[in-house]
């Protein structure tokens, strides 16, 4: 039986304002455990919430930025639950008037451009954090009271990888509007997935499965993997799915029941009498949309017109913003009307020195000035695009400029004939047999002597003219 | 005449003049507590003496300069115990003082460190639900003081208090008072802070003055009134000279009388005084009408609905995991939750937490809260109609005088039901006052309520001061303790 | 609402998490329906048309500015703390 997967992501944002959602602690981390904390947030009797201005204004960013439309009216509830991270036994939520409704995140996808319905966006209020040992538990209420955004989508996503995708996209947007630093390893990106399982064609959705615990993009894939897999089994097996909540468990790769869960959750959803209505009019609608940057997508449309450059590259640059700005500081610097080899030289050896280093582009302390320096060494064959690579690596731990690293390392590309005849002369001699090879027909033979002689020289050999050299000595002989 | 007869305006005056210091009132009034707190218990912990905090600082310079304050045990003192007369606060000492308190304390008085006392968590109308035991009526000390701020009430009918704060759910300042024979305003909703009043029902809970006078008042309310950046609910309307009204005349005053409360289930003492009541206000040239708030049998079922869903989940804080009683010994987390709440509160708390707590569950939530929400519209109509064309409304605070201690204990709703006529005012968000008007041929007082538009106070205490210096000026009848 | 029974009230009570002893279900039970058959005279009003009233002034769109203000020092924190350790409170253990 031929099954498609149905998902639905829920993915929590922690806003990174200053203060709590609704008192003025300092919504900060690392701190010793109940260092900010107050009669609001503590949950102690008499205390009263007061609306953080700025949730509301990130939301409506959010909101904006990811098409939702925006509501005039909205206002929070009640969400009643006991749980020891909950000091009040209720966290303060929203319920039937979310501040904004019915967007969308377009994702890529082999099949081409696909869009994510987002069903809603709303404000909502953090629990404090639970530790656990051999003793008992142990509660940390500093980020009891830090604002969330919770964005819902439709069960529009069919597999693991687009699931990934929307994540990926939804951060990048996020991180556009510096809301938040989006960081799944520091909880400040929160994300449950819900799958099901039904028959290819079948419109009717199957029993879905809850996920939760995931800490990184791929683990949700990874999570979802897994679970559609073992839904699979179930079903092909003549069996029911269960309607439940299951955690990821990373080691084990596999997800397991939240057994300990007791009957359902009954909510009691009510309106919170302590916080009034929040109207918000057109024009501060008009005013917040004025306010956001440019996105992504946008970005990346642009850079493709402007600077003729490929969507994929355009993506992969655009994907943050300070990358972006970089990347686009780089390229209106460079020189000449075709950008292809500073960009070329951002998406390669440049990205590729920022991901060994776990940073971005604009993280490497690179000055665009000193990238083009770098660039315009390769084009004009002072060095190889081999040895750059060195040389990028030395002028981002030294800080120091290409010219200079090229000059004290006397990296500087050896095309001159004569330095590298001698090269080849011994070369040729200590490879006897590939020199046989290449006579005998074995054309790439060449290749293995020119990679001989760039070893000799210590990458220094220009390439190229070695190649062309190497050929000539061996018509000759 | 000693101090502690004296009311806070004429303690003022004497201060004022230099007459006599603030030790002396307190002295007085802690001499007066020793004596008659064992009848009357109106102070919860008592220790034989009465104390207040000791200044920040300097000591404020302002209307209040030195005149105590008593406090009800729902009002959050800073360091001092505020338990709301339950076991599951037992020995609570807040870190922070209500914004009220700040604003008392910047106006000079003294906040007495001993509370009064109440109905846990202000759930009841007699004190007789408090985790100390029930205060006496100072009348009659077989009677209940009324409740739930019944140990403000009993204190300063009694003397041992000069004026206190009680606060008002659903009369729980009116009723009291009534049944005290003192006066106790609910102001408007949203005039005075909320911030440091353990919540009961957010959308109804007023902190208020309970005191001898209506000119004392006046006096309180200016100090604790205002607009509060701490209280979302807080209305940002400037606080006028709340004594500035008083000796207004109230010729022309049309005063709406609501027919739905001159009905059966009124004492016929009650129902007399009232109407002399009526006589007064027509001699002082107001003019008196009948008028219909024709959702008036919906008010308590609405109110019970509300106020008990809202206290339900304003009470889920009481876990024993950061503050208060906690149950020794339990086996795991849930046992722990359970037990503490289940040794901690009270009947009635259990009895309202469980009946808010169904009213809001999935399945009753539109035939219960969501309705009663929609009948809280209409009997918040019933009153803009009237008020469109009279100043205010005239009716009895309570059906009945003060009851006999454990007469109506042993059935919830009979209790419920003498919430009847001050329980609508806190459903409109509008303020009223219960001043007292006679006494029952028993002796125990019999108190009359004014209620009149948002943020209308002038209205109720003109009316009232006028009430008050035609009716028995200046010679008011005290308990024989 | 003779629908209601001990069984429904019994729930509630564990949703709320109150214990309730022995023979004080029973009483709380009773008096419990007693009390919903009286509500239930709101079924009565005339409520068609009708919108809620959640907030009975109309008082909106309160904020504060995203400012940081003093927390509470330790000692006040933790004053009423029946157990802590270290820092922070602690709870019998909580199985996830």
């Known amino acids: ?477 | 005449m000693e101090l502690y007869s004296l009311t806070g305006a004429q303690l003022a005056e004497l201060l004022k003049q230099g007459k006599i210091s603030a030790e002396e009132i307190l002295s007085s009034l802690s001499l007066r507590a020793a004596g008659k707190e064992d009848k009357v218990k109106a102070y919860v912990r008592f220790g034989g003496k009465l104390e207040s905090l000791p200044a920040e600082g300097a000591p404020a310079r302002g209307p209040l300069s030195g005149i105590p304050v008593s406090v009800k045990d729902n009002i959050c003192t800073r360091s001092c115990n505020t338990e709301c007369c339950s076991r599951i606060l037992s020995g609570y000492r807040p870190p922070y003082d209500a914004t009220v308190i700040s604003r008392l304390k910047s106006d000079g008085a003294a906040i007495v460190s001993t509370k009064t006392n109440m109905d846990e968590f202000a759930f009841g109308s007699s004190t007789e639900n408090s985790c100390f035991g029930p205060s006496r009526n100072p009348w009659d000390t077989q009677c209940v003081p009324g409740g739930s701020s019944g140990g403000s009430a009993a204190a300063v009918a009694s003397d041992e208090a000069v004026f206190a704060l009680g606060s008002d759910t659903g009369g729980s300042i009116r009723q009291p008072a009534s049944f005290c024979g003192v006066v106790g305003l609910k102001p408007t909703y949203g005039r005075v802070s909320r911030y440091g009043l353990v919540a009961f029902a957010s959308s109804l809970d007023q902190i208020g003055p309970i005191t001898k006078d209506v000119r004392d008042s006046a006096l309180l309310l200016n100090s604790i009134a205002g607009y509060d950046p701490k209280d979302s609910t807080s209305v940002n309307t400037p606080v006028p000279d709340y004594t500035a009204c008083l000796g207004q005349p109230v010729k022309g005053m049309r005063i709406g009388v609501p027919k739905e409360y001159m009905v059966e289930g009124i004492d016929p003492q009650v129902r007399e005084a009232l109407l002399r009541s009526l006589e007064e206000f027509k001699r002082l040239g107001a003019v008196c009408s009948e008028v219909s708030l024709p959702h008036t049998e919906f008010a308590v079922p609405v109110y019970y609905i509300i106020a008990t869903a809202e206290a339900s989940s304003n009470l889920a804080r009481f876990d024993g995991v950061r503050y208060g009683f906690r149950a020794a010994d339990a086996e795991n987390i849930s046992a722990m939750y359970s037990r503490t709440r289940g040794e901690g509160f009270g009947k009635e708390a259990k009895r309202r937490i469980i009946l808010g707590t169904f009213a809001l569950s999935h399945g009753y939530y539109d035939a219960y809260y969501l309705r009663a929400l929609k009948v809280r519209t209409l009997i918040k109509q019933d009153f803009e109609k009237v008020f469109g064309e009279f100043d205010c409304v005239v009716a009895p605070t309570s059906p009945t005088p003060a009851f006999k201690l454990g007469e109506k204990m042993g059935d919830p709703l009979k209790m419920y039901l003498s919430d009847i006529y001050t329980i609508s005012a806190n459903l409109a968000g509008i303020p009223a006052i219960s001043v007292p008007c006679g006494f029952t041929s028993g002796g125990l007082p019999v108190g009359m309520q004014i209620m009149s538009g948002h943020f209308r106070e002038e209205t109720l205490l003109k009316l009232a001061y006028a009430y008050e210096q035609s009716a028995y000026a200046g010679s008011r009848r005290r308990p024989e303790l | 609402m003779s629908e209601i029974n001990d069984k429904i009230i019994d729930y509630t009570a564990r949703l709320a998490r109150v214990q309730l002893e022995g023979a004080e279900l029973g009483e709380l039970s009773g008096q419990i329906k007693g009390i919903l058959d009286f509500i239930g005279k709101l079924e009565e009003a005339d409520t068609g048309n009708i919108e809620p009233t959640s907030h009975i002034l109309p008082v909106n769109n309160v904020f504060r500015a995203d400012e940081p203000a003093q927390s509470l020092p330790a000692e006040d924190a933790f004053s009423g703390a029946p157990k802590k350790r270290g820092r922070c409170f602690s709870v019998p253990k909580v199985i996830e």
Not at chain 1, 377 to 394: A, C, D, P
């Open chain 1, 1 to 477: 039986m031929e099954y498609e997967a149905v998902i639905g992501l829920e993915v929590h944002v922690q806003l990174n304002t200053n203060t709590k959602a609704f008192c003025a602690c300092r919504a900060e981390f690392g701190v010793e455990p109940n260092t900010n904390i107050c009669p609001v947030c503590l949950g102690l009797p008499g205390a009263l919430p007061v609306l953080n201005k700025v949730v509301l204004s990130h939301a409506l960013k959010v909101g904006l930025a990811l098409g939702c439309s925006i509501q005039n009216r909205t206002k929070f509830d009640r969400k009643n639950y006991f749980y020891p991270d909950l000091p009040k036994g209720y966290q303060i939520s929203q319920f039937d008037l979310p501040v904004a409704l019915a967007g969308e995140v377009r994702i890529d996808t082999p099949a081409g451009e696909k869009c994510v319905r987002v069903k809603r966006v709303h404000m909502e209020e953090d629990a404090g954090k639970l530790m656990h040992d051999a003793e008992g538990s142990l509660v940390d209420l500093n980020r009891a009271g830090v604002p969330l955004l919770e964005i819902v989508t439709e069960p529009d996503m069919n597999t693991p990888d687009e699931a990934y995708a929307y994540l990926t996209k939804l951060k990048s947007v996020i991180e556009y509007l510096d809301v938040s630093d989006c960081d799944m390893e520091k909880g400040s990106l929160r994300c449950d997935a819900n799958v099901s399982l039904r028959p290819k064609g079948e419109s009717r959705l199957g029993t879905k499965a809850e996920l939760k615990n995931m800490n990184s993009f791929k683990a949700v894939k990874d999570a979802l993997l897994y679970e559609i897999g073992r839904q699979a089994e179930i079903l092909d097996g003549g069996g029911k799915v269960a309607q439940e909540t299951r955690l990821w468990d990373a080691r084990q790769a596999k997800t397991f029941s939240m057994r300990s869960k007791e009957e359902a959750h009954d909510y009691r959803y009510f309106p919170d009498p302590d916080l009034t209505l929040f109207l918000i009019t057109d024009e501060e609608i008009g005013e917040a949309r004025a306010g956001i940057p440019e996105l992504p997508q946008q970005k990346a449309a642009r850079f493709m017109s402007e600077f003729g450059i490929s969507a994929y590259d355009a993506g992969i640059l655009t994907a943050d913003k300070r990358d972006a700005a970089f990347a686009e500081e780089c390229i209106k610097v460079f020189p000449s009307g075709d950008k292809k080899p500073v960009v070329n030289y951002l998406i390669g050896p440049l990205l590729a020195e920022a991901n060994s280093r776990g940073c971005g582009l604009s993280g490497l302390k690179l000055s665009p000035e000193r990238l083009l320096e770098l660039v315009s060494l390769v084009q004009k064959n002072v060095i190889s695009n081999l040895v750059s690579k060195t040389v990028l690596k030395e002028m981002i731990d030294r800080q120091a400029t290409a010219d200079e690293i090229v000059k004290s390392r006397n990296l500087a590309q050896i095309s001159d004939t004569s330095a590298l005849d001698g090269i080849i002369t011994r070369v040729l001699a200590e490879n006897v047999k590939s020199v046989q090879d290449f006579r005998s027909g074995k054309e790439n033979a060449v290749m293995f002597l020119v990679g001989q002689v760039m070893r000799m020289s210590a990458g220094k050999a220009n390439p190229k003219v070695v190649q062309e050299l190497l050929k000539r000595r061996l018509a000759d002989a």
